[in-house]
């Protein structure tokens, strides 16, 4: 199975920092790889799908980039509904496995 | 509006069985690929199966830790998807969530598998 490590497993940012997340995987995968955000209590919502793609409806404040084994999630300007859990994901091969995730807080 | 709404978790003993249904609506069910992720209560996330659609011959994928006693299964006229659990053990305590395609999620329900 593809091992997703991510990085940080917390992160406490001030309203209108740059944030970014990290996320690499353990062979190549392509761009096969999403963003997830997760509120307390809430399902998964896709932000980022192919490693840069921003799904419809999503803030353009969120980007993701890289490509292979090397990917990064970046808030432009952190906002306070912005505090969440952030999931990567490589759909490159079965199993998909998803990164520890990142739990973002508010300074 | 896309909809998915799992039920029928609960609390179960090691060694028994539940069924997960998820009903759908608001998106072309039949030619989706469906999914069960679980997430413990560490917060972990699991994809354990998938099922594709007619074209693809309802092929299915399970993840190590479930194969051989979770089976995932659809009904395209009810626009549903099941996960049979049998022979559940601790470890399976986790909320269930079902996908359709990675991009719509159902709000998830919980399985708690304790003695």
């Known amino acids: 199975d593809i091992q997703m490590t991510q990085s940080p497993s917390f992160l406490s940012a001030s309203v209108g920092d740059r944030v970014t997340i990290n996320c690499k995987a353990s062979q190549n995968i392509n761009r096969y790889l999403n963003w997830y955000q997760q509120k307390l209590g809430e399902a998964p919502k896709l932000l980022i799908y192919?490693?840069?793609s921003l799904q419809t409806g999503i803030p353009s404040r969120f980007s993701g980039s890289g490509s292979g084994t090397d990917f990064t999630l970046t808030i432009s300007s952190l906002q306070p509904e912005d505090v969440a859990t952030y999931f990567c994901?490589?759909?490159?091969?079965?199993?998909?496995?998803f990164g520890g995730g990142t739990k973002l807080e508010l300074k | 509006e896309v909809q998915l709404v799992e039920t029928g978790g609960g609390l179960v003993q090691p060694g028994k069985s539940l069924k997960l249904t998820c009903a759908t609506s608001?998106?072309?069910?039949?030619?989706?690929?469906m999914h069960w992720v679980r997430q413990s209560p560490e917060k972990r996330l699991e994809w354990i199966a998938r099922i594709k659609d007619k074209s693809n011959n309802y092929a299915t994928d399970y993840v190590e830790s479930v194969k051989g006693r979770f089976t995932i299964s659809r009904d395209d006229s009810k626009s549903s998807v099941y996960l049979q659990m049998n022979s559940l053990k601790e470890e399976d305590t986790a909320t269930y969530y079902c996908?359709?395609?990675?991009?719509?999620w159902g709000q998830g329900v919980m399985v708690t598998v304790s003695s």
């Open positions: 608001g998106f072309t069910f039949s030619t989706a690929w």
């Open positions: 996908t359709a395609g990675s991009l719509y």
């Open positions: 994901l490589q759909h490159n091969s079965w199993p998909r496995t």
């Open positions: 192919n490693a840069n």
